[in-house]
């Protein structure tokens, strides 16, 4: 099909035959801007984030231009059923199926949780600073972890950053709360999140 040079420059035209080859570039952009809030500074205290298909809620403690913390989660069906397509994909052995399939029954039935924080200098972004508590609705605590020693990694924007994440071995409800104690949080030391399922 040829167009003629005063129809090739018709914004109109343009847009109508063209709009389908930038499609796909647009969702996956919208895609990854959900995925990128994750480690984003702006995400503010009451705005609902969709990672992983989950909605999180940051309740308590805002980030600022010196320190960041925020989650992200996964269920354990969504686990089991990550565990299963990745081994269709890579043809794994049924063995090898059914051990990663108990793994995750017996560890992680209650999903897994990852943070992210930033902090100023290597000591306060090391993950042995933070503590890890979920609590049901009514607040009752049912697990609590303290994060072992995990250097963070090279500054960005200043910051020194550290991703450090866990398998929750308890069962959960689909709604509930993750508290991130810092230990070197001074007057900033609790964050609160809701995350809905």
Request: with cysteine; charged share 25%.
């Amino acid at each position: 099909m040829f167009f003629t040079f005063v129809e090739l420059l018709n914004p109109f035209h343009i847009m109508k035959n063209y709009l389908f080859l930038f499609f796909p570039f647009f969702i996956n952009v919208g895609y990854c801007q959900k995925e990128i809030k994750f480690t984003e500074q702006n995400w503010g205290v009451g705005v609902p984030v969709t990672i992983k298909g989950n909605t999180i809620i940051k309740v308590e403690g805002a980030n600022d231009e010196h320190s960041t913390t925020n989650i992200k989660y996964e269920s354990y069906e969504q686990l089991v059923a990550s565990s299963i397509k990745r081994a269709d994909e890579e043809m794994w052995a049924e063995e090898k199926k059914k051990k990663n399939l108990t793994y995750l029954e017996n560890k992680a039935i209650g999903g897994y949780l990852v943070i992210f924080v930033e902090r100023q200098s290597i000591t306060t972004a090391n993950s042995n600073a933070f503590t890890v508590i979920i609590k049901d609705t009514l607040e009752q605590e049912l697990y609590r972890n303290e994060l072992l020693d995990q250097i963070p990694e090279v500054p960005k924007r200043d910051l020194w950053y550290n991703t450090d994440g866990f398998d929750i071995p308890v069962k959960i409800n689909n709604r509930f709360f993750v508290y991130v104690i810092d230990k070197f949080g001074g007057e900033k030391k609790r964050y609160k999140f809701e995350v809905k399922l």
